[in-house]
Every structure is written in C-alpha cells, then in structure tokens.
C-alpha cells in the first residue's frame, strides 16, 4: 500500500546539511572573499525593500518641516544667518592661515598636504545587531564608494566603508567591537591605537605603559597611520585613565565625538594627491641651474678681486717711485 505523500530525509539530517554548508559558505567568503558580488547583487536588490522601509520617516520629518509655523520658521531664519555671519568671519580667517601656509611652504620647499573630496551621504538603515555597529547609508559604487572609505559626521570621525554595493553600502562604527583606529594625542603628541567596545560611547586604549604622557580631557585625533583614515580629524576625548599598581598596562578609555547615534547625514572621505608636484628631474633642473649660476658669480667674484688688488699694486709702485 503506497502512501500519500512522500516522506522525504528527516528534520534532523536537513539541519546538519544546512548547518555544514552555512559554515562551508562563511568559512570560503572569510577567506577568498568569493561571495562579494553576490553580498552587493543582494544589497541591489534589497536597497528598494530597504528605502521603503525608511519612508515613513522621511515623511515624518517632512512633515514635520512643512507644517511648522511661521514663527519658528522665523526665528529658524535668524539663527542660521548669525550662524551663517560667524561662519563667514571663520572662513576670511582659514583662508588667511591656507595662503600663509602655502606660503610657508614654498619657502621651505614642502609638499603640498593632500587635498580631500566630501560626498554627503545619509544614513537608511542601523544593524539591530547589539554585536556590530554597522549602518547602511545611500551611496555606493556609482557614487565612487570603496571599501575602506572613512565617513565622518560634523563632530568627527564616525568609521569606514566595509561593504560596496550599486546603490548602497555598509559602514563599520568606530565602537563596533572589531574596529581599531590609530590615534595620537593632541597635547603631548602620543601615539596609540583606540579599539572599539561594542558600546556606542565608548573606546578603549590598549597596551599604554604606566608611564605614558595621557590624561583625562585630552583630545585624541586620527594619526593618518595606516593611510585609512587622513590625519588631524577628531576621534573621541579620554575620560578614564588608571595605573592600577601590579598591572602592565594603564587602563584609558575615551569617548567619541561623533553621535553616532543621532546623525542622519555623514561625510564620505576621498584622499587625492595634490594637483601640482615637483618632479624629480625639475628639482635637478633647478639645482643644477642654481649650481651654475652660483659658480659664474664666484667667478666674477674672483676676477674682480683679482684685478682690484692688481691695480693696488701699480698704484703703490707709483706711490714708491715718486718717493725715489
């Protein structure tokens, strides 16, 4: 007697077999990397799903700005001119201090510091992962997104690129447990590399002797070691420092300066290198050419002397004669 249905291999077996080829998969993609078009072919497909889900809160916030009064609005007004005044008066000031770089600079014959490109981007979606800190904004590689790319947020800097798709990509935070970051203190210039918890307001400082020059309220900022991040941006300020007696290493843990928490919008890093470089055959050029010249004036330099004590010369003869 034939049954119905036909039973197929047991729950049990089908578990193992997905099991072992889930840790098959992670174990090829870890290592080879070999599942990244597949990653960004999904991230295209899902980026609709994923942008339609963030709608109603885009129509929240419009909402919001275009039913706000005439008063608020106003005084919204007044308050991003004066902003806008201040903001002015600082960049007179910044474009002063660029000139009188570059002038500097000349003088000492000092390559250019590297330029940087901006792209705004916003932030679409947060892993509700409490073991990864990683947000998925609206650029990718259309956009010119790379993997490694920093992003920054108006106080500072926020983490980097690890995943490119079309239309979109994923951001590791500096907090995120798996993340490190070279920093250097801005008061007594120490370097240090700053590790991420897995708390969103917190870093820690590993492997910092007793004895090294770091306090409470100093400022850390990127140290552009590595060639990932660009140096001179901030990072997080130190809010704990203990030397606990029989212990290696102190204990420094720091604070962020970028919400990332609260930011919307993000700041996405190119690094290019400068637009005018002196080459090295220029450099021999002009060395050579000023070699060149210094020697015809020393050589003018010794023919005048030359006939100038030539001349001192008759004129003491005569001065002897005529003493005769």
């Known amino acids: 007697m034939q049954t119905l249905f036909i039973r197929g291999p047991s729950a049990t077996f089908r578990m193992i077999v997905l099991v072992v080829a889930s840790i098959a998969l992670m ?46 609005l ?13 903001n002015r008066v600082k960049l007179q000031k910044l474009e002063i201090l660029e000139r009188e770089n570059a002038r ?29 800190q990683l947000i998925l904004i609206n650029k990718g590689k259309k956009q010119g997104v790379y993997q490694g790319q920093p992003i920054i947020d108006a106080q500072g800097i926020m983490g980097q690129v690890v995943h490119v ?15 490190a970051i070279p920093v250097q203190d801005e008061r007594s210039g120490l370097r240090a590399i700053a590790y991420g918890t897995g708390q969103i307001d917190r870093l820690v400082l590993r492997h910092l002797p007793h004895n ?11 140290s552009g070691m590595g060639g990932t991040f660009p140096p001179n941006y901030p990072v997080a300020i130190v809010t704990k420092v ?13 604070t962020p300066f970028a919400q990332m928490d609260k930011s919307r919008e993000v700041l996405l890093i190119w690094r290019h290198q400068p637009e005018e470089e002196t080459t090295e055959e220029e450099t021999t050029e002009e060395q050579a050419d000023g070699n060149a010249n210094l020697e015809e004036k020393t050589a003018e330099t010794v023919t005048q002397t030359a006939g100038s004590e030539a001349e001192n010369r008759s004129d003491t003869n005569t001065q002897e004669g005529d003493n005769e």
Do not use: C
């Open 242 to 254: 203990e030397r606990p007696i029989g212990e290696t290493f102190a204990v420094v843990e720091a």
């Open 212 to 222: 090294a020059d770091i306090k409470d309220g100093d400022m850390l900022t990127s």
């Open 165 to 179: 798709g079309l239309l979109s990509s994923s951001a590791m935070l500096i907090s995120d447990a798996s993340h």
């Open 27 to 72: 174990t090829i993609d870890h290592r080879w990397h070999s599942l990244e078009m597949v990653r960004g072919a999904l991230s295209s497909v899902l980026y609709p799903l994923q942008y339609t889900i963030d709608l109603p809160i885009r129509l929240y916030y419009w909402a919001d700005e275009t039913f706000s009064s005439h008063q608020e």
């Open 74 to 86: 106003l005084e919204k007004n007044r308050e991003y001119e004066k902003r806008h005044l201040e």
């Open 104 to 132: 500097l600079r000349r003088l000492l014959s000092a390559t250019p510091k590297v330029n940087e490109q901006l792209l705004i981007a916003e932030i679409i979606n947060v892993d509700v992962d409490p073991y990864r």
